[in-house]
């Protein structure tokens, strides 16, 4: 299956500044990406979906504005969350597909954001 | 809307015991179904895949089945290990997405030596 890197693996930061979070898919080169948000004791919930070349599509109640998704290139992929607040604080995980036919999904290690 | 339920929410068991993890979902109309591991703070393991045509699939000492028309999938875990504690989750596609998972919210297994 793919491999997945995500970086940072965590990030404190003060309320109202901008955290970038990459994805890379090390061997495998991804038209398409998903972003996920983890709250504790919760489910993964999908946050948009990176497309390479075009526009992030984002899921009902994520602001595109605030969450900004960049797939820069087959590999890479990134997710800044723009003037983070406290409720922003979550396990941030993307995933790849790993086919065409998006038969399965090869999840990175995630990043943990803590605003404060 | 497709939702996905796991039972029961935390499963503590004595190592060597086999055991059955469950999956329920609401849309049956799935192409797959995926279980992963998740260890604490960390990223997402995939466990094994079922496709829709399949009714189960076999790893080492894991093996998961689907039955589509109750709307449900178990995973067996055989002779359990300390090794094996985490959170085991399953997750359903949403109908006609690419890619769009729906999650149980899991079940944390520990297993005590």
């Known amino acids: 299956g793919a491999v997945v890197s995500q970086h940072p693996s965590w990030v404190i930061c003060k309320s109202g500044t901008s955290v970038k979070i990459e994805c890379r898919s090390l061997d495998f080169q991804a038209t398409t990406m998903f972003w996920y948000r983890q709250f504790p004791k919760q489910s993964l919930m999908l946050m948009a979906t990176?497309?390479?070349?075009?526009?992030?599509?984002?899921e009902q109640g994520v602001e595109k504005d605030k969450f900004l998704i960049n797939h820069a290139s087959l590999t890479l992929s990134t997710l800044t969350v723009t003037s983070a607040h406290p409720e922003d604080s979550s396990f941030y995980i993307c995933?790849?597909?790993?086919?065409?036919?998006?038969?399965?999904?090869?999840f990175g290690p995630g990043t943990r954001l803590t605003v404060l | 809307k497709q939702e996905v339920t796991q039972i029961p929410a935390a499963l503590s068991v004595p190592e060597g015991e086999n055991l059955v993890l469950n999956c329920s979902f609401t849309d049956s109309a799935i192409y797959n179904l995926q279980w992963f591991r998740q260890d604490p703070g960390k990223g997402l393991t995939s466990l094994l895949l079922?496709?829709?045509?399949?009714r189960e699939q076999t790893s080492g000492r894991l093996n998961a089945s689907l039955d589509k028309s109750s709307g449900r999938s178990t995973l067996y875990i055989a002779a359990s290990q300390p090794g094996d504690s985490a959170t085991y989750l399953c997750?359903?596609?949403?109908?006609?997405?690419?890619?769009?998972?729906?999650f149980g919210k899991g079940t944390k297994l520990s297993v005590k030596p």
């Open positions: 995933s790849v597909p790993g086919s065409a036919t998006y038969n399965e999904q090869f």
């Open positions: 079922i496709q829709s045509s399949q």
């Open positions: 997750a359903a596609p949403v109908r006609g997405s690419q890619g769009n998972l729906i």
């Open positions: 990176s497309n390479e070349g075009s526009k992030a599509t984002y």
